[in-house]
C-alpha cells in the first residue's frame, strides 16, 4: 500500500513541477511579448499609423469614422492635439484609456495621427 502511494505522490510532484515550469515559460513570453510592443518601431520614432491600426481600429475603424460604442469619427473631431492625448491616456465613457498599454511617445503619435484623419 505505502509504496504505492509514494508512487503517486513522486507522480504528483512531477506533474507540479511541470505545471510550474509551463507557467513561468508562458509568463516569459507574455512579458517579452510586451516588451516587443513597448519597442518603437522604425529607428526610435513609434508610427501612429501602425499604434492606430493595432490598438484604435476596433472602435474607430481604418478611416477613423467605424463608430463603434458610440466611438466619435475622428474626422470630424475638432479636438487639439493636448485633448486627443488626454483622452488617449485616460478614456472617455466607452473608450479604454491606454496609459497602461502604450508609452507617452505612442500616445503623443497616434493623437497626431489621428489628426491626419481629418477632412
Ligand atoms: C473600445 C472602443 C474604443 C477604442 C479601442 C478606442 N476608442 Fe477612441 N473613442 C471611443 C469612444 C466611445 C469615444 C467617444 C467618447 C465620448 O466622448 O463619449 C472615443 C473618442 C475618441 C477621441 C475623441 C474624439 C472627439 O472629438 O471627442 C479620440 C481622439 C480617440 N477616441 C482616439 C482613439 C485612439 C487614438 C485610439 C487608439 C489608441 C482609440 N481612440 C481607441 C472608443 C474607442
Redesign the pocket.
Known amino acids: 500500500m505505502y509504496p504505492v502511494f509514494q508512487k503517486f505522490n513522486t507522480a504528483l510532484f512531477v506533474l507540479f513541477l511541470g505545471v510550474g515550469s509551463c507557467e513561468s515559460a508562458e509568463e516569459k513570453t507574455s512579458q517579452q511579448e510586451m516588451a516587443a510592443n513597448n519597442v518603437p518601431s522604425s529607428a526610435g520614432k513609434p508610427d501612429g499609423m501602425t499604434?492606430?491600426r493595432q490598438?484604435?481600429v476596433?472602435?474607430?475603424g481604418s478611416d477613423g469614422n467605424l463608430g463603434?460604442?458610440?466611438?466619435?469619427h475622428?474626422s470630424e473631431?475638432?479636438?487639439p492635439l493636448e485633448e486627443?492625448i488626454n483622452?488617449?491616456t485616460n478614456g472617455?465613457?466607452?473608450?479604454?484609456p491606454?496609459r497602461s498599454q502604450?508609452n507617452p511617445e505612442e500616445i503623443q503619435a497616434?493623437?497626431a495621427y489621428?489628426l491626419t484623419l481629418k477632412k
Open positions: 499604434l492606430f490598438h484604435c476596433i472602435c474607430h463603434l460604442n458610440g466611438a466619435k475622428l473631431s475638432v479636438l486627443r483622452i488617449i472617455k465613457n466607452l473608450m479604454t491606454f502604450l497616434v493623437a489621428t
